[in-house]
């Protein structure tokens, strides 16, 4: 099964293993990064949730540059070799809020109100063990007291725009996902912002692969400079410092 996956892995990577820089990123990322790409020449960026992302780094997937969501993710990559751990660098941040559809009135956090707005639909998050968005809403949920009236109507998907896609085609009535998604789409609207103390800080970690070349290196320090963070910040991104607050 591992050879089988090992494979799967790079037939997926093949049309962009070409690239001079390719990069793993977190979905949530999109829009930035891809005004970033299109800066640099021969810059591909595969997006997916992270916990996808970082077992396919640990299978060796070439990526050169590795954008997380999670700091976990990363450290499991730190812990099997597959990245430089001196270029381990916090690079944005955001904050947890619950969506519903377009014209949907403000909801408190309370259990009466949620049951009340969720009815017989489902929750969309990603995967609460494995996508970093779903594992923050699994903590902020368990966190306000509201993890037993929803648990069993959770609509689990594998990345934190899919589930950002369910709200948008009305196929849920409620969705969490990151405050930056939610510009995405006039189809939705925040209802409800989750306390940043309700779950770990949400931090987006990045980090050089053992194959980054100069050209990697160029991208990622990008990322990190000045326009690079305004890039982020014009898409409705924090810095680590502002979201730990």
């Known amino acids: 099964m591992r050879s089988?996956?090992?494979?799967?892995?790079?037939?997926l990577a093949a049309p962009v293993?070409?690239?001079?820089?390719?990069?793993?990123?977190?979905?949530?990322?999109?829009e930035p990064l891809d005004r970033m790409a299109a800066l640099f020449d021969?810059?591909?960026?595969?997006?997916g949730g992270s916990g996808t992302l970082a077992r396919q780094v640990s299978l060796g997937a070439p990526a050169a540059v590795v954008l997380l969501a999670n700091v976990d993710w990363m450290d499991v990559l730190v812990e099997g070799g597959n990245v430089q751990p001196e270029t381990l660098?916090?690079?944005?941040?955001?904050?947890?809020?619950?969506?519903?559809?377009a014209g949907a009135a403000p909801l408190t956090?309370?259990?009466?109100?949620?049951?009340?707005?969720?009815?017989?639909?489902?929750?969309?998050?990603?995967?609460?063990?494995?996508?970093?968005?779903g594992i923050y809403a699994k903590a902020a949920l368990q966190s306000?007291?509201?993890?037993?009236?929803?648990?069993?109507?959770?609509?689990?998907?594998?990345?934190?725009?899919?589930?950002?896609?369910?709200?948008?085609r009305?196929?849920?009535?409620?969705?969490?996902?990151?405050?930056?998604?939610?510009?995405i789409s006039?189809?939705?609207?925040?209802?409800?912002?989750?306390?940043?103390?309700?779950?770990?800080?949400?931090r987006y970690v990045g980090a050089l692969s053992l194959n980054a070349d100069p050209a990697a290196r160029a991208f990622f320090n990008f990322v990190l400079s000045a326009e690079g963070q305004a890039i982020l910040a014009d898409a409705g991104f924090l810095s680590p410092l502002v979201a730990a607050k």
């Open 109 to 133: 956090l309370e259990p009466v109100a949620l049951q009340g707005a969720l009815g017989d639909g489902r929750l969309a998050v990603g995967l609460t063990e494995s996508v970093p968005a």
């Open 186 to 202: 006039d189809a939705v609207v925040t209802v409800a912002t989750f306390p940043p103390e309700s779950h770990p800080p949400i």
């Open 4 to 11: 089988l996956l090992f494979c799967a892995v790079f037939i």
């Open 144 to 168: 306000s007291g509201l993890w037993d009236v929803v648990q069993d109507q959770l609509a689990e998907v594998d990345n934190v725009r899919a589930a950002l896609a369910l709200v948008i």
């Open 17 to 30: 293993a070409r690239a001079e820089v390719l990069v793993f990123a977190a979905a949530s990322l999109k």
């Open 170 to 183: 009305g196929q849920t009535p409620l969705g969490i996902v990151y405050q930056s998604d939610v510009r």
């Open 89 to 101: 660098a916090d690079f944005a941040s955001n904050r947890l809020v619950m969506i519903g559809q």
């Open 42 to 47: 021969d810059v591909v960026v595969s997006y």
